[in-house]
């Protein structure tokens, strides 16, 4: 009996044991994970944007038309302004296009706002001009333009049309005709500008439609008020005394016909109203009676015929 109870006891004292390490385990909070350290290295810092600028390819002049072949872009190390250079990214080349610029500008050199000078923009005009030319603007209408065929940068004739209306021919028949004359008073004129417009806008033909023929469809036909021409300070003269006497009509020329400088200094005859048409010229009205000298041996005797 004795024997019993020390096995109980022993038996309820593993049990406590076990029951007391059990406990423990479950009561232990888990080990903090172990994180590994892993050495982190700064990243270098990105390398500095650097942006393109256009510049000129060759050497420009001023009124020179400036298009895609006499610049391009090139990189520059520091930071552009935008209000000074045109920036690859932010600005397009087609903006440029027939514009010209202020002063020369050498192969290489940048191309600035303040040297470049488009259509519409102050300048731009002056920079179009010859040295030692005046530029002077007439009056004129659809008809003395052409119909709007005479466009910047053509040639013209200038001729000065008159008429007097204090003074009348009177023709065979009694009507009076107009006292009219014409003369070619300028020849081989620059023309500057149509109204405002110095140059006609140049064409870029979008790449969609590079496969097509790129035929341009003209639109309606503008009436210009005034052309602007580029002249000598004495035809000049000769231009604001002319447009206050009479009208002035433009002669469209050749773009093929060669230059002549002494074709300018050619002093025009004068073209009157009876040089250009036979309407009005006076001719001596047809006499009713006819007188014949008759001859008989050595007699003669005078027979007058009259007309029917």
Same mark, same amino acid.
């Given at each position: 009996?004795? $024997?019993?109870?020390?096995?109980?006891?022993?038996? =309820?004292?593993?049990? =406590?044991?076990?029951?007391?390490?059990?406990?423990?385990?479950?009561?232990?909070?888990?080990?903090?994970?172990?994180?590994?350290?892993?050495?982190?290295?700064?990243?270098?810092?990105?390398?500095?944007?650097?942006?393109?600028?256009?510049?000129?390819?060759?050497?420009? #002049?001023?009124?020179?038309?400036?298009?895609?072949? #006499?610049? /391009?872009?090139?990189?520059?190390?520091?930071? +552009?302004?935008?209000?000074?250079?045109?920036?690859?990214?932010? /600005?397009?080349?087609?903006?440029?296009?027939?514009?010209?610029?202020?002063? +020369?500008?050498?192969?290489?050199? +940048?191309?600035?706002?303040?040297?470049?000078?488009?259509?519409?923009?102050?300048?731009? @005009?002056?920079?179009? @001009? $010859?040295?030692?030319? *005046?530029?002077?603007?007439?009056?004129?209408? *659809?008809?003395?333009?052409?119909?709007?065929?005479?466009?910047?940068?053509?040639?013209?004739?200038?001729?000065?049309?008159? $008429?007097?209306?204090?003074? @009348?021919?009177?023709?065979?028949?009694?009507?009076?005709?107009?006292?009219?004359?014409?003369?070619?008073?300028?020849?081989?004129?620059?023309?500057?500008?149509?109204?405002?417009?110095?140059?006609?806008?140049?064409?870029?033909?979008?790449?969609?439609?590079?496969?097509?023929?790129?035929?341009?469809?003209?639109?309606?036909?503008?009436?210009?008020?005034?052309?602007?021409?580029?002249?000598?300070? =004495? /035809?000049?003269? $000769?231009? =604001?005394?002319?447009?206050?006497?009479?009208?002035?009509?433009?002669?469209?020329?050749?773009?093929?016909?060669?230059?002549?400088?002494?074709?300018?200094?050619?002093?025009?005859?004068?073209?009157?109203?009876?040089?250009?048409? /036979?309407?009005?010229?006076?001719?001596?009205?047809?006499?009713?009676?006819?007188?014949?000298?008759?001859?008989?041996?050595?007699?003669?005797?005078?027979?007058?015929?009259?007309?029917?």
């Amino acid at each position: 009996m004795k $024997k019993n109870s020390i096995f109980l006891l022993a038996g =309820a004292f593993v049990l =406590a044991i076990g029951v007391a390490l059990l406990a423990r385990t479950l009561l232990t909070p888990p080990p903090p994970p172990v994180v590994a350290k892993v050495e982190t290295r700064p990243e270098p810092p990105p390398p500095p944007s650097r942006k393109a600028i256009l510049v000129a390819t060759r050497d420009l #002049h001023p009124g020179e038309f400036i298009d895609g072949s #006499h610049m /391009d872009w090139r990189e520059v190390e520091d930071n +552009p302004s935008r209000s000074l250079y045109f920036i690859k990214g932010a /600005d397009q080349q087609e903006t440029l296009y027939g514009a010209t610029v202020r002063q +020369p500008v050498e192969a290489g050199q +940048p191309l600035t706002v303040s040297v470049v000078v488009r259509q519409g923009e102050p300048g731009f @005009l002056a920079a179009l @001009l $010859k040295p030692g030319m *005046r530029a002077v603007s007439i009056p004129t209408s *659809r008809m003395e333009s052409n119909f709007g065929l005479v466009s910047s940068g053509d040639r013209v004739d200038v001729i000065l049309g008159l $008429k007097r209306e204090d003074s @009348l021919t009177v023709a065979s028949e009694g009507a009076s005709a107009p006292n009219l004359a014409a003369q070619t008073i300028l020849r081989d004129v620059r023309v500057l500008a149509l109204n405002n417009q110095a140059r006609g806008e140049m064409y870029v033909r979008p790449e969609e439609d590079a496969k097509d023929s790129g035929r341009r469809t003209g639109g309606g036909t503008t009436t210009f008020e005034t052309v602007t021409l580029e002249v000598t300070p =004495a /035809d000049a003269e $000769k231009l =604001a005394v002319a447009k206050e006497v009479g009208s002035l009509q433009l002669a469209l020329r050749s773009a093929r016909e060669p230059f002549d400088p002494e074709e300018i200094f050619l002093t025009s005859g004068v073209t009157t109203l009876r040089a250009t048409t /036979d309407v009005y010229v006076t001719r001596p009205a047809s006499s009713s009676t006819a007188s014949v000298q008759a001859f008989r041996g050595s007699s003669s005797e005078s027979i007058t015929l009259s007309g029917r």
